[in-house]
């Protein structure tokens, strides 16, 4: 295997880096990687011009305010599942990052590398959603954001365009007490790619969801936002949405909201049968840790 | 163009001028020569290349050398400080965690940096942290040891002894059967140990293959003109262009072409060959290459290949593809089912599943101006690569010489020539140049030899005290496109099912059945596993019917020794029974079968397999096994030559203990060079789990005869009769009295002295006329047979269908263990990849024959977060035929397994699967299939 020849610049400054990108004729972001070499070793892919970000420190960077987590675009996976700031807001995040690929792989591979391959097996991609990321993309032309909900076209097809550069993934905190979980389910214990996976936030306010998201990942050509199992549970109190029927609708409701297909690791039909289980156990869990807190 | 990086690797500064495209994996290798990092699937799914870049453990395939600037690397090479091996790399040779070493560098890396952040770490958390290391030999279990192990060092301690209790047969040796590291380990915890791959030539030019992009086609034209044109290509050839010898595996079954003459049969078959100054240019050239082809109808499946009217692979040969055919009829079925209280029929399907060794095949080929041609090759079997090569070639074995490299395991995927070895041949022929060619892991894939895809129809009759009165057997192979091993594959599909149970009445009946798929050939258990899930499944299910205890109507049938099957076959030593009352004590089954909640479950199987095929691949009347021993004039050190090859499975090590114990030296006095054909003596090479017996027997016979010569030379020095004297830990010594004693060495320079070299040979040949005088009653045969049975626990959730295994009680009778560190190893390494196979593995194609998952990404293997916890075993057991009672492991250990996960799945759910592998979805169907 080999990589084609091509153009490479290491800008040390996102200004910089977006005007190189501009300045591409055929140009790609190179983030860890973990995804964009195998796609270039495969074939599927060819680079005329490598934009690498690894010296790009304001990419590098999670900042907490009291509104809001600001997640730099080449966190690695790993430099996720440790921060302090993660697990103590966004725990879920940490918990997906965590069944990503192998060590190795999350030392390199990137929260915005993930987003932007725009698998729809992608695990960084449901938590987020449920968390309500927005998206910051920048080019020459300036910024704008995307709600993550929006940014998934297809399967491999993102709302960024050639020009721009993801900077950071911006998690809005709750004033109401919020909980999140992420269930996977891969065929062995370890460096598998999701078959189906969940991801539901829920939050409360005085013991009232006040806002639920289910989300679901490789069940369709992108994660998906069920919103109607979200809404089942707003509106209910602690009790009341721990009922097995509640969760039993919330999970066909969600079910309704996939387009699995048939692929080698699964067939539509047990995918809709497991994000069945798995939409159950996620909300499930979100609503122990709810009781809990 | 080239850019300037600075990196510091090992703790030396580097500028270099790098190509973008370069991984920090080929900078390393290939630019800064440092090899010990290893290649092994290249898409960062194996973990082989781990390196640590700025204290983190990364897939040095995955990153740019150009990312790398400016940053520090440590590989495995730069861990050993001042010659010491690191804690980690002492502890992985110490505890028998290497086996063909390849995964190893990537391992260790991958554990100092875990344990430099977790110095106190779980075993649940070392399991986890070395998932994304592929392992394919060990079975994780000596790795997880070995980590534990590194643990205490660096904390300072001494880790505990492990006690282990010799076997009787063992008690009085002082070489054979003691826990002994391996010989090569030190070298490959290192990173020393050369692979083939890791060899560069001077001058030396890169090879690559043109495969079919269609399954079933008539090639009309090709043109090479416009590859031969790009600058740095140095030769392509074609069809045209090499001789019209076929070749293969099986003498009656050569039918493959060096280069597709007329027609291609299935993706990946080979059509042109390219040599060139590098490999992207060889690809390059590749793409230059215009093959016209008339496609034609293909055949995917054996079913609907075996029809009449179905596309044909071969027009002149092989009626309905139906490649072999085996009938055999012993004792009378029909009695026999007539006399049966419970008769029962069921089909099983074994899956397509592929050896995936962590090393690819690599071959460099270089010819002198003699006339000579030497072969550099990643291969199991020295001896039939030269056969098939002189073949080939229509030239003497003479000039041929095949040299055997570090080997990164093989599993049956290299017990053969390779389109390696015979196109770098060529290619190095037309160019005058060495030319290394090797594959990437879809080419793996592509050129297959995996085990075959089996569809068996078992039918098995017992009375009511669970005597086992018939057994008739349909199997239909799917072979792929060319015959490989397959014709061997066939009969021992039929002939292994009768040496574990006794039954006098066994027909069988076999097909295989070509495909426009990759080739088929052996693997681990060659033939075997599928048949024997399929009858260990029917057996309990007839358990069942009689209302029998699983592990009790084992017992009642279970082999005895000298016993002599319905197929001919003669069976030695057995201690099968021990071993079944072994693992139902070491499981509690009495405790736990029946007993267990839903999703929980517990299941029996057996197993066992040849030690060594009882006749060669091809007819000769050569010794098997040959070994020459050369003692040192001073007598310090014993050099073993044998041809008989070390793929991982740790025989140059088990070989040596041998030959040792014969001389009565100790094993640091033994040098071991193996499998090169200039140098050691014919070796029929690693397969049918024929080494320990026959490569054991021709090193103890050579080192008999080192102490038979010495021994005179004692006992004038002792002033003793040679009768009176033993030879045991570098002394000579009068066994009435051992404080009368002389050092070997002194005795072995004294010869020297007055005699000349000092040396001893042996060799090995099967006993004559084994087997019946049927038609294909040769396979199966055996100078001896192993014995094994399997307890495995499981827990399946009911929602999903996951199957989680938890236990492994396994014990073998392999007769003595030479070395039991490495019979545990070839145990724990044969349990997981087994549960591997049942629950993960299957090659997939789709409507055009291409394969869909040919990588780790997609096909997967068993990570160390998926093993359960394994309780290995050996039981008394001497083989008169072995040496120092010996028989063999790596493959019986195989066998129980595939029948005892499925039997405890299906005591888990209450629902049998009958195809593997057992899938989630599998399991979830048939749980659901209950509920209605």
């Known amino acids: 295997m080999y990589i084609s020849d091509f153009k490479y610049f290491k800008p040390t400054s996102l200004d910089e880096a977006v005007k190189t990108l501009s300045g591409c004729v055929n140009g790609t972001v190179l983030a860890g990687g973990t995804d964009l070499l195998v796609e270039i070793k495969n074939g599927l892919r060819k680079a005329g011009e490598i934009v690498s970000l690894a010296k790009v420190s304001e990419l590098k960077t999670i900042y907490v305010t009291q509104e809001k987590v600001e997640i730099g675009a080449c966190i690695t996976h790993n430099e996720l599942i440790k921060s302090p700031v993660i697990n103590e807001f966004l725990p879920a995040l940490s918990e997906a990052a965590s069944k990503i690929g192998s060590h190795q792989i999350r030392n390199v591979g990137t929260v915005g590398g993930n987003l932007c391959t725009g698998a729809s097996c992608a695990d960084t991609a449901p938590v987020l959603m449920a968390y309500d990321a927005v998206v910051e993309l920048l080019s020459v032309h300036g910024v704008r954001q995307v709600a993550l909900k929006n940014f998934f076209f297809n399967h491999h097809k993102t709302n960024i365009k050639n020009n721009e550069i993801m900077h950071k993934i911006i998690v809005p905190i709750s004033k109401n007490q919020r909980t999140a979980t992420f269930e996977k389910f891969g065929l062995r214990e370890a460096g598998s790619i999701s078959v189906v996976s969940v991801a539901v936030a829920l939050e409360f306010n005085e013991n009232i969801c006040t806002k639920a998201n289910v989300v679901i990942g490789a069940c369709a050509p992108t994660p998906v936002l069920c919103i109607f199992a979200g809404n089942l549970f707003v509106g209910k109190n602690k009790p009341e949405i721990s009922d097995d029927e509640l969760l039993e609708t919330a999970a066909k409701a969600a079910v309704e909201a996939s387009i699995p297909i048939d692929d080698i690791r699964a067939s539509a039909e047990y995918r809709r049968r497991l994000l069945y289980v798995l939409t159950q156990k996620a909300a499930a869990e979100a609503i122990k840790r709810a009781n809990v807190n | ?932």
């Open chain 2, 1 to 932: 163009m080239k850019q300037i990086i600075n990196i510091n690797v090992n703790g030396t500064d580097y500028e270099l001028a790098v190509k973008p495209g370069l991984t920090l994996l080929d900078l390393l290798r290939e630019e800064l020569r440092l090899t010990g990092t290893k290649k092994g699937c290249e898409l960062g799914d194996c973990g082989a290349c781990t390196v640590i870049m700025d204290g983190k453990a990364v897939n040095s395939c995955l990153v740019l050398a150009l990312q790398a600037d400016g940053s520090n690397i440590l590989t495995i090479e730069g861990l050993a400080e001042n010659g010491d091996m690191h804690p980690i790399q002492r502890a992985f040779v110490e505890k028998g965690a290497i086996q063909c070493g390849y995964c190893t560098p990537g391992m260790v890396m991958r554990t100092k940096s875990f344990l430099d952040e977790y110095p106190s770490p779980t075993k649940d958390e070392i399991k986890d942290a070395l998932s994304g290391n592929l392992c394919r030999c060990t079975g994780y279990t000596k790795i997880i040891e070995a980590v534990d192990t590194a643990v205490e060092y660096m904390n300072g301690r001494e880790p505990k002894e492990i006690e282990y209790q010799p076997q009787k047969s063992a008690m009085n040796l002082a070489v054979v059967g003691k826990r002994l590291p391996k010989l090569d380990a030190p070298d490959k915890a290192t990173g020393r140990a050369v692979y083939t791959d890791d060899i560069v030539l001077p001058n030396m030019l890169y090879g690559k293959l043109l495969l079919s992009p269609l399954a079933h086609a008539k090639i009309i034209s090709i043109d090479t003109s416009a590859a031969e044109a790009l600058p740095g290509v140095k030769a392509v050839m074609t069809g045209k262009d090499v001789p019209d010898t076929t070749w293969g595996t099986s003498p009656p079954r050569y039918d493959e072409f060096v280069l597709a003459k007329d027609k291609v049969r299935y993706v990946g078959d080979v059509v042109a060959a390219v040599a060139a100054i590098d490999e992207e240019i060889c690809k390059h050239a590749l793409d230059l290459i215009k093959v016209e082809y008339e496609e034609l109808p293909a055949v995917f499946d054996p079913l609907e290949a075996m029809k009449d009217g179905a596309p044909r692979l071969f027009e002149d040969k092989y009626d309905n593809n139906i490649n072999t055919h085996v009938d055999h009829h012993f004792g009378d079925v029909e009695k026999g089912f007539a006399e049966a209280d419970v008769v029962k029929e069921a089909t099983f399907v074994g899956n397509r599943v592929y050896q995936n060794p962590m090393e690819p095949h690599c071959a460099i080929a270089e010819w002198d101006r003699h006339g000579k041609v030497t072969i550099y090759t990643s291969t199991q079997v020295v001896h039939y690569v030269h056969h098939q090569l002189s073949r080939i070639l229509d030239i003497p074995l003479g000039n041929i010489r095949v040299i055997m490299t570090n080997c990164g395991g093989g599993f049956g995927s290299k017990a053969a020539t390779n389109y390696l070895e015979i196109l770098s041949i060529f290619l190095a022929k037309k160019t005058g140049r060495p030319v290394k060619m090797r594959y990437d892991r879809k080419e793996m894939y592509l050129y297959g030899r995996g085990r075959h895809r089996q569809f068996i129809t078992l039918k098995m009759g017992v009375k009511k005290d669970g005597t086992i009165s018939a057994v008739h057997q349909k199997a239909i192979l799917e072979g792929g496109a060319y015959s490989s091993f397959g014709v061997v594959s066939t009969y021992y599909a039929g002939s292994m099912l009768a040496t574990l149970y006794k039954f006098q009445n066994y027909k069988y009946e076999g097909f295989r059945v070509n495909t426009n798929l990759p080739p088929c050939g052996a693997m681990r258990g060659h033939g075997t596993p599928f048949p024997r899930f399929a009858f260990e499944s029917l057996l309990s299910m007839l358990a069942d019917e009689i209302g029998m205890d699983h592990v009790e109507i084992r017992l009642k049938n279970a082999m005895t020794p000298d016993y002599h099957t319905c197929n001919d076959l003669d069976i030695g030593s057995c201690e099968l029974k021990a071993c079944i009352e072994r693992v139902r004590q070491l499981s509690d089954w009495d405790n736990k079968k029946g007993k267990l909640p839903v999703g929980r479950g517990i299941g029996i199987g057996c197993g066992g397999f040849v030690s060594g095929a009882g006749y060669p691949i091809y007819r000769s009347q050569f010794p098997h096994s040959n070994a020459i021993i050369k003692v040192e004039e001073d007598g310090s050190k014993a050099v073993l030559f044998i041809g008989d090859a070390d793929i991982g499975q740790g025989s140059d090590t088990v070989l040596a203990q041998a030959a040792a114990e014969a001389m009565g030296i100790t094993l640091d006095k033994i040098n071991v060079v193996s499998a090169d054909s200039d140098i050691t003596p014919l070796g029929f090479g690693a397969y049918s789990s024929r080494v320990t017996l026959m490569g054991g027997n021709a090193s103890m016979r050579a080192g008999d005869e080192v102490r038979e010569k010495i021994f005179p030379v004692a006992a004038a020095m002792l002033g003793a009769t040679v009768e009176a004297l033993e030879a045991k830990n570098n002394k000579i010594y009068l066994k009435e009295d051992s404080s009368q004693f002389i050092a070997w060495d002194v005795v072995a320079k004294e010869y020297f002295s007055k005699n000349g070299p000092l040396t001893g040979k042996g060799h090995y040949a099967p006993p004559e006329g084994l087997g019946g005088k049927y038609k294909g009653a040769a396979v199966g045969t055996s100078p001896a047979y192993s014995f094994a049975a399997t307890v495995c626990a499981v827990e399946v959730n009911m929602e999903t269908g996951k199957v989680k295994v938890l236990n492994f009680w396994d014990a073998h009778d392999c007769g003595t263990a030479i070395n039991p560190l490495a019979v545990e190893g070839q145990a724990e390494g044969a349990i997981v990849m087994a549960m591997s196979e049942v629950l993960f593995e299957d090659e997939v194609f789709n409507e055009k024959g291409e394969m869909l998952n040919p990588d780790l990404h997609n096909y997967l293997i068993a990570t160390s977060a998926d093993m359960p916890n394994i309780d290995s075993s050996v039981v008394d057991s001497y083989e008169p035929a072995g040496p120092f009672g010996a028989k063999e492991v790596g493959e019986g250990a195989t066998l129980p397994i595939f029948g005892a996960l499925a039997n405890a799945i299906a005591d888990a759910i209450g629902v049998r699967i009958y195809d593997l592998p057992i899938t989630p979805k599998k399991v979830l169907d048939a749980i659901n299939s209950k509920k209605i």
